[in-house]
């Protein structure tokens, strides 16, 4: 029977592959959180996020909605009021997670605005601050917002520096920011391909050259997660577990 099922369906699904994100124990970049931005669009959806984000072997979930001053004007109050919904419906559950939020901050004049008003930004471990730039145009005075972050207490981590279209040829403005200490994440679906090749390869040589100091799902909907199980028992995957990433003391 089982081989004419092949036969008639093809390959058979390999069962996924639970538990081998344990390593990591923190995700640090998702989308999860219903109705803020481009992620998750309903309670239901974030449940079932969670839930598939724990079998992959997250013990915490740090949920990062957009903050953008022109598209996503979201607020401190307002992403600590939907993680408060979401925890209650995942403790209801009975699903044994910790969930945190911060955000991820897009580098605009609004970000700026709040840095010199010296408005308290989401952070999250030791004071870090999720940001991201355009993802084809170089940020106009990046170094010097990168010093008013510093200046204000906060350690900038720049979300998926391999994505940025502007760096592929530009590796030594990757090298000087990093020796700037602006902290690297990287999307772990980077690593499969799922942003295109040139993606992987940026993100491939941030691993060889061990310039990644915290690795995200950057996860907007289920189908974010299940690609996740192509990453699993790769050579890829070992040389990242290789890595001192700092998810682990989050």
Request: hydrophobic fraction near 40%; charged fraction near 25%; aromatic fraction near 12%.
């Amino acid at each position: 029977m089982a081989s004419f099922l092949k036969k008639w369906f093809g390959e058979e699904t390999p069962p996924p592959v639970t538990n081998f994100l344990e390593f990591l124990g923190t995700d640090m970049h998702a989308h999860v959180l219903p109705g803020l931005d481009d992620g998750a669009d309903s309670m239901t959806q974030a449940l079932a996020m969670v839930q598939e984000m724990q079998q992959l072997g997250y013990r915490k979930l740090i949920l990062t909605p957009h903050i953008m001053g022109d598209f996503y004007k979201n607020t401190p109050d307002g992403i600590k009021a939907k993680l408060a919904e979401l925890k209650q419906v995942v403790q209801q559950q009975g699903i044994l997670i910790e969930l945190g939020c911060a955000a991820e901050y897009y580098l605009d004049e609004w970000f700026v605005q709040r840095l010199e008003d010296k408005e308290p930004l989401l952070t999250f471990g030791d004071n870090y601050v999720l940001f991201e730039t355009s993802f084809i145009n170089e940020p106009m005075r990046f170094q010097e917002i990168i010093f008013k972050i510093k200046s204000n207490g906060y350690t900038p981590v720049l979300a998926h520096p391999e994505r940025y279209s502007y760096l592929y040829n530009r590796w030594n403005s990757l090298v000087e920011w990093h020796e700037n200490e602006v902290l690297f994440q990287i999307n772990l679906n980077s690593l499969v391909g799922y942003y295109g090749p040139e993606a992987k390869r940026m993100a491939e040589k941030l691993l060889h050259h061990k310039f990644i100091d915290f690795v995200g799902t950057d996860a907007h909907s289920e189908k974010h997660v299940r690609v996740l199980q192509k990453l699993a028992g790769s050579s890829t995957f070992e040389k990242l577990r290789q890595l001192p990433l700092r998810n682990q003391a989050l």
